[in-house]
């Protein structure tokens, strides 16, 4: 049986709507996501309030934007992983602790790249 790729602007507008589906399934079950859109949200608001570059901004939104993404792998990644089976196994957890990594550097950099940016302007 041949399976025809969808190509083009047809492919785009499906992509689109799986990473849509994707969002919100996010959204409606991961409670940390929802807490990492609130301080984006928080984020965006304060760096407009900022006397801050353009390229500061872009640092200051992309690394709260960041951790946004790599919620979202860790995420996916902990789906996989519950789909294989509910029996606790040492790589299962390995994988979940190390996408929690992820996460928490991420946290990390952001924290960085605020401080750096906001301590001058304040101290």
Not at 43 to 52: K, N, T
Not at 65 to 71: A, K, P, Q, S, T
Not at 94 to 99: E, L, Q, R, T, V
Request: hydrophobic fraction near 55%; charged fraction near 20%.
């Amino acid at each position: 049986m041949f399976v025809t790729k969808v190509t083009g602007y047809k492919r785009l507008f499906y992509a689109t709507r799986y990473s849509i589906k994707g969002l919100k399934e996010a959204f409606n079950s991961e409670p940390a996501i929802r807490q990492e859109l609130a301080a984006l949200l928080i984020g965006i608001a304060f760096s407009y309030w900022l006397d801050v570059t353009t390229l500061e901004r872009v640092l200051m939104l992309g690394s709260l934007m960041l951790i946004i993404i790599v919620e979202l792998l860790n995420s996916a990644i902990e789906a996989v992983v519950d789909r294989i089976g509910p029996e606790v196994h040492e790589l299962s957890g390995k994988a979940k602790d190390i996408g929690s990594a992820a996460v928490f550097m991420s946290i990390i950099l952001a924290i960085y790249c605020w401080l750096s940016i906001v301590w001058p302007l304040f101290f």
